[in-house]
Structures are given as structure tokens and as C-alpha cells.
């Protein structure tokens, strides 16, 4: 019964999957059109718009893009792996769109790029550490920089009250990067994510101390180096500062003044309500945090909204209609074969390590017993598509 459900859901698949994708394109566009008001409001602008300005902002925009691939592809190297750039930079603009425009679409987005980086010849366990090591960086790289325009605003004699909900925001991001870098809380977080899953959904089956020791094993062989960890945090800090750049050249194309002293106190504010839902000190969402934060700064209000929108226009509408057409455009490499059809079955690269490194019960190759797994350094190999 079970083999003859199986053969009917496979032989179903590519209607069922048309339906699935037909369905999550309505509730995208459902999810956005509560959000039209934005271009309603942004065609009132350009009677007094400096337009020459735009091409501008369109292009630190895509430095904040392409900063952020970088935090990617230097987790991917890290374990190994040396991934196309473009294809990657493709990757980066597609989950940013399915993030932007489905509900709940950082978990879709998530298990796009998973299923991306398994077809540029990551493992499972690098797919995931690379994605989980985004997150991370993303975040203690923002709260970083809300740190600093907090330092700066409080300097000039205010900070919106947001004092303990920014620095508390920033020891939670660098108490989960100190996690993630470390052997020890690691494999306590694995051994307790694995035995949760367990009692949950029954799953991982077999031995769970096995199972336990071989992630945290294959995990210790893509260790961040604090040279790693820099990068990964840099390339993290680019891209915001140049998305608030972004910002910047709003202002200056609205001909409004830029208010330099709340600026980064209120973009780090705003982004960190749309990206970290846990914030603590109830931030509202970043239209409202940013445009709020900067009126109180002493912005003028009529300028600050319009500044807000041309804003949301380039790094929100632009990214996300750049990032659908990226999507399609690496679904169609994949069904003229450039890529493996599927994501899951495709070969790993030989330059990633498979734990392989390890004799039986924690000895290198002369018998000595090092007490865990041998750390193995592999050189990167660049990945070709066909």
C-alpha cells in the first residue's frame, strides 16, 4: 500500500508541483498587495525627484547584495568548497525575493539556498553550517551596527530609549556566534537539537550518541579561524553599511537633508524589527521604526517619509523583481541541464571532507588516540558548471 502511494505521488509530482508553485504565487501576491500603497505613494514623488540619483542608490544596492554573497562564499570555503560566484549571486537575490514576498518566506528562502549550495557541491552538513553561519553573521554584523549608531546618537545626547533593547539584542547575536565558532556549546546545541528531534518526531533513527558524534564531527572540520571569523563579520558589516547607504542617497535624491546624527541609530533600529522578531523593547516594523526614529531626530517629516519610500523602492521592490527573474532564470538552467534536476542527489565536491579523515574511535593513521576527530585541512577547489 505504502510502495503503491509512493508510485502514484510520483507519478503526480509534476502536476502537484505546478499546483504548489501557482499557489505560492497567489499568496505572494496576496502577501503583497498590502503593500502597494509603497508605489502609489512613490509615483507622487517624481515631479520633484532628482532621478540622476537613482542609478546611485541601484548601485550600492547591489554592493549590499553582493557583500552578502560573500559572507556566503567565504562559509563555503571555509569547508572547502569554492563556489560560482554569479550563480551564487543569483542564489542571494532569490531568497531575498521569496523572504520579501511569501509569509513565513525566510523559511522558504532558507531551503533554497540549502537546495543551491547542495548543487554547487556542498554537502548536507556544509549546506546547512554555511546557511546557519549566515544567520549568524547577518546578525551580530547588525547588531554591530546598531552599536554604533547608538554610540553616536547617545554622544549627541540621544538615544530613543532603545539603549537596553540594542545592547541586549548584541549579547544574544555574539553569545550564538561564540556557539557556533566553538567546539564545546556546539556539540551541546547538536546534542540537544538531535535528541529533541528525536522525542519529537522520531527522527534521527538509530543510535542518537552516534548520530551526535558524527555531525559534531563533521562540523569540527569546518571550523572558523578568527581570520574566518572577521571575514565572515566584514563581509556582514558591508553589506548593511552599504544598504544604509542606500539609504543615504535617498535623502539626497528627495533633496532633503540627510539627519547624519540619528541615521545609523534608526536604520540599525528599523532593521533590526524586520529581521530579528525576537528584538526585545517592542521595535515596530522598519518603515515605521526608521521614519519615527529620524522625526524625533529633529528629520522633517514630510522629507523623511519620502526618503523612506524611494528606499523601500530600490532595496525592497527592485531586489524583489530582480530576485524572481533570477529564479526563474536558474530554474531554467536546471532544466536545460546546467545543474543537477536534483538538488538532494547531486555529487558532493571531492575537495569537501566527508570525516572520512578518522579512524575508528578517535586515532589518526600511527594508532595514537587524539581523543576526537582529526581536523582536516582540504585546499578549495573552484566548482565548474557544465
Not at 71 to 77: G, I, N
Amino acid at each position: 500500500m505504502r510502495r503503491r502511494a509512493l508510485v502514484l505521488l510520483r507519478r503526480s509530482w509534476p502536476a502537484l508541483r505546478f499546483v504548489l508553485g501557482i499557489a505560492l504565487a497567489l499568496v505572494a501576491l496576496s502577501a503583497l498587495s498590502g503593500q502597494r500603497g509603497e508605489l502609489q505613494g512613490v509615483a507622487s514623488l517624481f515631479d520633484h525627484l532628482k532621478w540622476w540619483w537613482l542609478p546611485v542608490a541601484v548601485v550600492v544596492e547591489s554592493a549590499s547584495i553582493v557583500a552578502l554573497t560573500g559572507m556566503q562564499v567565504r562559509l563555503l570555503e571555509v569547508g572547502g568548497l569554492r563556489p560560482p560566484v554569479r550563480p551564487m549571486i543569483a542564489t542571494t537575490l532569490g531568497s531575498q525575493a521569496l523572504t520579501n514576498s511569501l509569509p513565513g518566506g525566510t523559511a522558504f528562502a532558507v531551503v533554497y539556498a540549502f537546495r543551491w549550495f547542495r548543487r554547487y557541491g556542498a554537502d548536507d552538513t556544509l549546506a546547512a553550517w554555511a546557511l546557519v553561519g549566515t544567520m549568524v553573521g547577518a546578525a551580530v554584523s547588525l547588531s554591530l551596527v546598531a552599536a554604533g549608531g547608538l554610540a553616536m546618537a547617545t554622544g549627541l545626547g540621544g538615544s530613543l530609549d532603545l539603549i537596553p533593547a540594542i545592547l541586549g539584542v548584541l549579547c544574544v547575536a555574539v553569545a550564538i556566534g561564540a556557539v557556533f565558532i566553538y567546539e564545546r556549546p556546539l556539540a551541546g546545541v547538536v546534542s540537544r537539537a538531535v535528541r529533541v528531534s528525536r522525542k519529537t518526531i522520531g527522527r534521527p533513527h538509530g543510535d542518537v550518541a552516534e548520530h551526535i558524534d558524527k555531525v559534531v564531527a563533521r562540523i569540527r572540520m569546518v571550523q572558523l579561524g578568527w581570520s574566518d571569523v572577521s571575514a565572515v563579520v566584514g563581509w556582514g558589516l558591508m553589506s548593511w553599511l552599504a544598504d544604509c547607504t542606500c539609504f543615504v542617497v535617498a535623502f539626497v535624491a528627495v533633496g532633503a537633508p540627510v539627519p547624519w546624527s540619528g541615521l545609523l541609530l534608526a536604520y540599525g533600529a528599523g532593521q533590526l524589527a524586520a529581521n530579528l522578531p525576537i528584538t526585545p523593547g517592542g521595535l515596530g516594523t522598519v518603515e515605521g521604526s526608521i521614519t519615527l526614529a529620524l522625526v524625533a531626530f529633529g528629520g522633517a517629516r514630510t522629507a523623511t517619509v519620502d526618503a523612506v519610500m524611494i528606499y523601500r523602492l530600490v532595496s525592497f521592490w527592485l531586489v524583489l523583481v530582480v530576485g524572481w527573474f533570477s529564479c526563474g532564470a536558474m530554474a531554467l538552467a536546471v532544466r536545460r541541464g546546467r545543474w543537477p534536476r536534483h538538488a538532494l542527489r547531486a555529487l558532493v565536491d571531492p575537495s569537501v571532507p566527508d570525516g572520512d579523515g578518522q579512524e575508528e574511535g578517535g586515532k589518526d593513521a600511527g594508532g595514537k588516540d587524539t581523543g576526537g576527530p582529526i581536523r582536516v585541512d582540504v585546499e578549495p577547489r573552484e566548482v565548474t558548471t557544465r
